[in-house]
């Protein structure tokens, strides 16, 4: 068959140039199927031929269709891998081929099958619209991950409130105001991904990487920020041991109003645990507040933030996340907090 294409090929321009009214079935003939007339005989004297025209000239209408797809878990140590995918479309569905190609028309590329079916002049009427699908994958998240924007870790400062009482070799009983900070301006203020400080007190310190060497003795620490809840739980606040007192809060009165009374936890020379646990519920932010402050020599100050799935936001080998921050990116979900110094 392919070499009597070739002959047809050969001598197109002279049965072209040569063209009779020529017809079949009593139809005029066009000079591209008087070429391939032959072929077209035989194609009409196939039982089969116009069944399979039909299918393979059927036009063609695409519709796209969108198949979603959700992570199936929900957790903070999953959060590299729920990256939004929106997949290219894919045909899914090829042209109907499901019916045997003539014997006259084996082995010939598509467009000369084309030709040769249309040259049997089927009515438009009988041909049916197939239809392809295309499908796009997009796979949604079932948690919200924050954006940021420079805006990891806490902001921390140092003071050294002379209200600061005595208490040498920690024995326990003590207690210190910390709203006494509430308006003193630090001597030093910065932000850190990691909260974690011990050291025997005898010299000064570096504090969260500070270039800055501080007294470490009768000073203060306040950290301020949020912690993002990336899935809906409990969340455990923990201190194992302090030298010499520490308080937590979280929630509106960690940003404005935190005193002595609302603390959610506080601990003062002990080396016993105390731990809070506070439900959140996911995509909110909440603010924290940590003050820490030692007398004299000996100071620790060790504290961890654990999500319900065991994942550890906040501890002394914390790196930078969406989970700690010192504000919202858009300035209002997690508002930025006041000036060391003129809170409330
Ligand atoms: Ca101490």
Redesign the pocket.
Known sequence: MQLLWYFLSLALPTITYAINARNIGGDLLSPECLVIEIVVEVLLASPEATEFCESFLAPTTTISKTVTETSSSCAYKYAAARTQKNAAPQITSEPDRSLATPAVLQGLPSSEISQACSCIDIPASDLTTRTHTQTATSTTKLCPIPTTCGNEGMQWAYYQPPSIPY?YN?NGGYSWDPTAIKDMTPSYNSTTTYIGLIDD?TSDISIYGSNQQFNS?FFALNHRGYIYAEVSGDYTFNTPGV??INFFWWGPDAYSGWTESNVNASIACSGTSATVNVTLLSGQYYPIRFIFA???????EVMSITAPDGTVILDANSTGSPYIVQYSCDGTSAKPYPLFGQET
């Not at 007398?295 to 620790?300: D, G, K, R, W, Y």
């Open positions: 208490n920690c007190g003795q030298d010499d030692n007398a004299e020599e000996n100071l620790v």
